[in-house]
């Protein structure tokens, strides 16, 4: 679950770290009283919104004076911002938070993700803050170091201070920086995060350590122990379609693709979308109904695809074991009933009950073509598409 930098940083500020919250506003008409409650100018507004890259997509603004301060508000505020992150449809920004400006005197970048490979949380810090740590990584990627963290202990005091000393921070205000390091660990500890990234950290005039920005996301497996949070969740930044399939328990991600993949199982969902990139294609999403889905949920995440207007064709691979063939043959032939089907359908179809699936579909009245191999199932939805696009 993402959350808004703001309420990144009420977490981060309840947990003793170094941070300025600032004041939340939705309508223009909430400015003059949110700019009583913050000191004297400058000011910056920045949009929030689930992405990052702002500032260069124009959705930070520093304002010097009241008029400025209005005058960016009314521009950001209901402006559809753009940015890598948001992909080329942007996002809309429904809130803008609005903070006294800081002097620094130098940006920072720290985070803390989990190390998959290691299974440990990795904190990860470099010299090079205020700029994207994807572009950061590909130009320069020995600008960014590693600390791997052992989750039993959290960052011991020796870790922090050789991280203090290899950012070149002055020695006086260690304390303040090493507890700065240290905090910013346990809370991804506390809170089943699965990140917490402050971009950039900053060096205040007074040698301390200053989180200018944050970004927390929360792993949805651990927010059963964290139910306080879940009111910070923002459904307009949320895909609607994965709302809508999660209420079914279904598994389902968008993605930027044409080609829609119904799946069992998340490694042959991911071996399937690999499958059509192989052969040119693009998968629209990510979609796994799982080893005990019904033919109603079947059906409900054939609904869940076809609602998407950028499919053009629809690749149905089921390797069948719990999860029994014929009901997924019968979920996309009650699908194809209630939803009008008008993009080319491929199915392939192996395992439990396949003999029964193949003949539901065969005496259906469903038009579709059957592929024996998921390599030839791919090749035949991508060629599908392309067709389509002649």
């Known amino acids: 679950m993402k959350i808004h930098e703001y309420q990144a940083k009420e977490i981060l500020s309840a947990r003793g770290l170094p941070v300025e919250v600032g004041v939340v506003i939705s309508e223009l008409a909430q400015l003059d009283e949110a700019l009583q409650k913050i000191s004297s100018g400058p000011w910056v507004i920045k949009a929030q919104i689930h992405a990052g890259g702002r500032g260069k997509a124009g959705g930070v603004k520093l304002a010097k004076t009241t008029r400025e301060t209005r005058e960016w508000a009314k521009q950001i505020l209901g402006m559809n911002l753009v940015s890598p992150q948001t992909g080329p449809q942007g996002k809309k920004v429904r809130k803008i938070l609005i903070a006294p400006a800081v002097e620094y005197t130098r940006e920072l970048y720290v985070s803390v993700v989990l ?18 740590i994807e572009e950061l990584a590909a130009t320069k990627p020995q600008a960014i170091q590693r600390v791997l963290i052992d989750p039993a202990q959290g960052m011991l005091p020796f870790q922090a201070r050789e991280i203090y000393f290899n950012l070149n921070l002055p020695k006086e205000n260690i304390a303040q920086g090493t507890k700065v390091f240290q905090r910013l660990v346990q809370t991804f500890l506390d809170l089943d995060l699965s990140l917490i990234e402050i971009n950039p950290m900053v060096i205040l005039k007074s040698g301390e350590l200053f989180c200018l920005d944050a970004k927390i996301m929360f792993e949805d497996n651990g927010l059963l122990r964290h139910a306080e949070y ?4 923002d459904l307009d930044e949320e895909d609607p379609r994965e709302m809508e399939a999660a209420k079914s328990g279904l598994s389902y991600i968008s993605l930027n693709g044409d080609i829609g993949c119904l799946v069992n199982g998340a490694g042959l969902a991911m071996a399937t979308a690999d499958a059509i990139q192989y052969f040119g294609g693009t998968p629209a999403n990510f979609l796994d109904v799982g080893g005990g889905a019904s033919t109603a949920s079947v059906t409900h995440a054939f609904k869940i695809i076809l609602s998407d207007s950028r499919v053009k064709a629809i690749l149905v691979n089921i390797f069948g074991g719990i999860m029994k063939c014929d009901v997924i043959a019968q979920g996309i032939i009650d699908a194809a009933k209630q939803v009008k089907l008008n993009v080319p359908l491929v199915i392939r179809l192996e395992g439990t009950n396949v003999d029964k699936g193949k003949e539901l579909l065969k005496s259906s009245s469903l038009n579709y073509k059957f592929a024996d191999s998921l390599n030839t199932a791919a090749k035949e939805v991508v060629l599908a598409v392309q067709g389509a696009n002649v």
């Open 115 to 132: 190390d998959r490979k290691n299974q440990c949380p990795v904190f990860l810090y470099s010299t090079e803050g205020g700029v994207e």
């Open 230 to 233: 879940l009111n910070m969740r």
